[in-house]
């Protein structure tokens, strides 16, 4: 049990094969953690080897009638380590705090109103008076724009609005993924919950990849499909780097290449730190659907990371973060990392957890999952505060008192 003044916080992870029994024993390990206090708020993350429905029933036979957010992973985040393949269950009880949650479907026919429907549904819960703090939001990450699902929420919230989350995910991009609000399983869909209290946050996000080789060009794009980069299919930016044919890019799978070697585009000249793209799917014309976009006239670079700058990565994140909250009391953390890091470290997944463990507190609850690209802060200086969706980067979020 975590216990900080008046919020409580707990989180169980099971890895039993049934799903009913799963969601069972991680709802009642998380409730036990919190004294049975009444919980404000279930985050929820289930891995896609479960099933869905089945889980939350286990869930729910624990917790009735909470409120409950989250989406499918890979696998968990918290103070104990990772986890794939499990069920993890975090309640959030405080009387400081409070959750109001919004859904937007439809996202691969309108991304943007998807956005803009789950902010104005959670938006529309909230008190006047109560101080809005952050959204969190979690969306399907292979069937829309997810850049606009993030324009749409800052339509109804502001661009400096503090936006937090990620991409639901499989290890496979074919893969279904699911979304959850209340008793709802959504696909192609958002869901978010505004966080409303007193709490002060201190958010911070790093991405590990670096350039190869020279910038391209991308020549022709539109949306989340990039056309041709340096006037050439956009395929030939891999064809020509790993000498292979298209044949067998695409019998390999575009999504299994861009995982490990994604696009980079640098924020400024003066800041080192790159937004990322991965291709999603490999069109028969050479051209990439990604879950977001990057514009007509950008310079890209294929990018690389290695173990060691996913690491690091963590601490600057976690640095970052802890750099506005200075002298207050950190009540929990919130962590989401790529994917990509998950399956680049593999067993060594705890280490980037360790370390940010290290640099928030020992003793810090963290509750979080693996995304397919995640909603945070630009770094870059010029940025103003603005928030933006980025593949391949660890964003962590530290509410304090």
């Known amino acids: 049990m975590y216990k900080n003044m008046s919020t409580l916080t707990g989180t169980g992870i099971s890895t039993k094969l049934d799903s009913f029994a799963a969601g069972k024993e991680a709802a009642l390990n998380a409730y036990y953690q919190i004294e049975k206090n009444y919980p404000n708020i279930l985050i929820i993350f289930i891995s896609a080897i479960y099933n869905q429905h089945e889980t939350i029933k286990g869930v729910r036979s624990i917790i009735r009638d909470t409120p409950i957010i989250g989406c499918s992973s890979v696998g968990s985040i918290s103070n104990y380590g990772f986890h794939q393949n499990s069920v993890a269950v975090s309640i959030i009880s405080s009387d400081s705090i409070n959750f109001f949650c919004g859904i937007g479907d439809k996202i691969s026919a309108n991304s943007r109103l998807a956005g803009s429907k789950a902010a104005i ?7 006047k008076h109560n101080p809005k703090q952050a959204y969190m939001m979690f969306s399907d990450s292979i069937s829309g724009n997810s850049a606009d699902i993030l324009r749409g929420a800052q339509e109804i919230l ?74 050439k299919p956009a395929v030939k930016i891999y064809e020509e780097y790993f000498e292979k044919s298209f044949e067998e890019i695409k019998n390999d799978g575009i999504f299994k290449l861009g995982i490990n070697y994604p696009l980079g585009l640098r924020q400024t000249d003066k800041n080192k730190e790159y937004i990322t793209r991965v291709p999603l799917m490999l069109e028969n014309n050479g051209s990439f659907v990604l879950n977001a976009d990057i514009r007509e006239g950008e310079n890209i670079s294929l990018m690389i990371s290695d173990k060691e700058l996913i690491v690091e990565s963590a601490k600057k994140a976690a640095e970052k973060a802890l750099s506005y909250i200075k002298n207050t009391k950190i009540k929990f953390a919130i962590m989401f990392s790529d994917i990509s890091r998950f399956l680049l470290l593999k067993n060594d997944a705890y280490k980037e957890i360790d370390m940010v463990k290290k640099i928030i507190g020992m003793e810090i609850p963290i509750l979080g999952c693996y995304t397919l690209g995640e909603y945070g802060l630009l770094n870059a200086a010029e940025s103003a505060g603005q928030y933006c969706f980025n593949n391949h980067s660890v964003s962590i979020t530290l509410f304090s008192e």
């Not at 991409?167 to 192609?188: F, H, P």
Request: aromatic share 8%; charged share 20%.
């Open 158 to 231: 502001g661009t400096c609005f503090p936006i937090i989350g990620g991409g639901a995910c499989n290890k496979s991009r074919s893969s279904q993924t699911y979304q959850y609000a209340d008793n709802e399983i959504l696909t192609d869909s958002v869901v978010g919950v505004i966080i409303s209290g007193t709490m002060v946050l201190g958010i911070g996000q790093s991405s590990s990849w670096q350039p190869i080789g020279k910038p391209h060009k991308i020549t022709k794009a539109k949306f989340n499909i990039i056309k041709e980069i340096d006037r």
């Open 121 to 127: 549904k959670a938006f529309g819960s909230i008190k």
